[in-house]
């Protein structure tokens, strides 16, 4: 069943209106939000440029909590939603010989699911957090899966330029562009292609809005589809809204990108 309603999806959270009525529905998450308001105001004058600030962010995050800090705040949760996610994978293309470049990895809360399933060798996961790579290498510790050889890769930018071309076999960005800037999505798409071995697919999560793109504290962005759309194909690129996505219990949006070729 969708969560996202024709309301949410009209939505703009930056504003005034919204967020008043918000308070008034939620008196008691006020004050949290004040408080990672005052937060990310600090971590925004020290940090200028969007991935140092996001860094930051994982950093503080992480320190708290790192199953939180990638979204989920049970362990129930953290394993149901890196479950949907390899799932999805799965019934949509993934198999074992593949090779799988997973974008902003996080703690490997899909990322565990996926190495134990690909031969190995065959997972490769990059993120700009140092601070939640450490947590990923102990999920990996965990689940018993350093025999599968994954690589986890800290990165600042999405260029992809210490990786071979044609190479994967499957992209992955799940909960990444929902925190990210047009800039960052327009640098990965601009040289994901290269990555991609023929034949391959890149599948990405997003905050969906059919109104008013905004973004709440340079924490949360939303797009419109067509904004997303026209961002692939302008780099060559073809990509299609993930219709059956939308019938899972996540809040986002799914598209899938191909090369042309
Ligand atoms: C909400 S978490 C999701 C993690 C993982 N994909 C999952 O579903 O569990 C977002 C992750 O993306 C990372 N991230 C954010 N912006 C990024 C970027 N531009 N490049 C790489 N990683 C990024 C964050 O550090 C964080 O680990």
Request: hydrophobic share 40%; proline share 4%.
């Amino acid at each position: 069943m969708s969560t996202r309603t024709a309301a949410s999806l009209r939505a703009n959270r930056a504003s005034w209106v919204h967020r008043i009525r918000y308070a008034v529905r939620h008196p008691n998450r006020i004050l949290p939000y004040a408080r990672r308001g005052a937060r990310d105001l600090r971590l925004r004058l020290i940090h200028r440029d969007h991935i140092a600030y996001y860094r930051a962010v994982m950093a503080s995050d992480t320190a708290r909590d790192p199953k939180a800090a990638v979204g989920s705040h049970s362990q129930e949760r953290w394993l149901a939603l890196g479950r949907m996610q390899f799932d999805y994978l799965v019934e949509h293309g993934l198999r074992p010989e593949h090779r799988l470049l997973d974008i902003g990895c996080g703690n490997l809360r899909a990322g565990w699911h996926i190495i134990a399933y690909l031969d190995e060798g065959g997972y490769y996961g990059i993120d700009i957090s140092p601070d939640i790579m450490i947590e990923a290498k102990k999920a990996l510790v965990e689940h018993g899966l350093q025999a599968k050889l994954p690589h986890l890769t800290v990165t600042r930018d999405l260029t992809f330029d210490f990786l071979p071309d044609n190479h994967f076999d499957v992209v992955h960005a799940h909960s990444v562009f929902s925190h990210s800037p047009i800039e960052v999505i327009d640098q990965c798409l601009a040289h994901v292609g290269r990555v991609l071995a023929p034949g391959g697919f890149f599948d990405f999560t997003f905050d969906r809005t059919e109104g008013t793109e905004h973004h709440v504290l340079r924490e949360d962005f939303y797009y419109r589809t067509g904004t997303l759309l026209s961002l692939a194909e302008r780099h060559g690129l073809a990509a299609r809204l993930m219709e059956d996505w939308e019938e899972r219990p996540h809040g986002q949006s799914k598209i899938r990108v191909t090369t042309r070729a």
